[in-house]
């Protein structure tokens, strides 16, 4: 994977995959500090051990349409090779949480990509899940709380064209809106 907006996109799907009804995605860019961070956790049915141990090796997978499972060993060498950390924590029963830390000034740091993309797939191919987005980029905070959405909304599912339109907009002003550059390729 080439940049960090996708490693988000599988690290999330992994999670509606364990049956998450809630996926919490947080993203921290500080200049001062030089540090990105970016934390995903989820409420679904978490790991044992040994699973746990197993969702680390690059030739362990539990999906059903490849055999290996590179998201979580590819994320955990990109973290290393930009001078950063790996971290995740799993409980049967309580979900799982990854948190990736990069020195943010750093040659080998993947660029983080096309957000709003990733946040986009997320939400149009899982209309059944929540997605709690949150991005702080010195300082500044947008966040995009799909349960909030839904709310307005009513019986319309977020992957209506119309909603998903809606969202598209609010999440690139959003990000633009606390500095970040707001690019999609992807056009709903």
Excluded at 167 to 181: N, P, V
């Amino acid at each position: 994977m080439l940049e960090l907006a996708l490693h988000i996109l599988d690290i999330a799907e992994n999670s509606v995959r364990a049956g998450a009804k809630t996926v919490f995605i947080d993203i921290t860019e500080d200049r001062m500090k030089d540090r990105l961070s970016i934390g995903i956790r989820d409420d679904g049915v978490g790991m044992d051990d040994a699973t746990l141990k197993k969702a680390m090796d690059p030739f362990y997978t539990s999906k059903k349409v490849r055999r290996v499972g590179l998201g979580l060993p590819l994320l955990k060498e990109a973290a290393i090779r930009a001078g950063g950390s790996f971290t995740i924590d799993s409980h049967e029963g309580a979900g799982t949480r990854v948190s990736v830390g990069f020195q943010l000034s750093h040659i080998d740091r993947q660029p983080l990509g096309d957000l709003t993309g990733a946040f986009m797939a997320l939400i149009a191919g899982n209309a059944g899940v929540d997605f709690v987005c949150r991005h702080e980029c010195e300082g500044h905070v947008f966040t995009l709380d799909t349960r909030e959405i839904r709310s307005e909304i009513g019986d319309i599912p977020l992957n209506h064209v119309e909603v998903l339109k809606f969202i598209r907009q609010h999440i690139m002003e959003g990000l633009s809106g606390i500095g970040t550059e707001a690019k999609s390729a992807h056009h709903y």
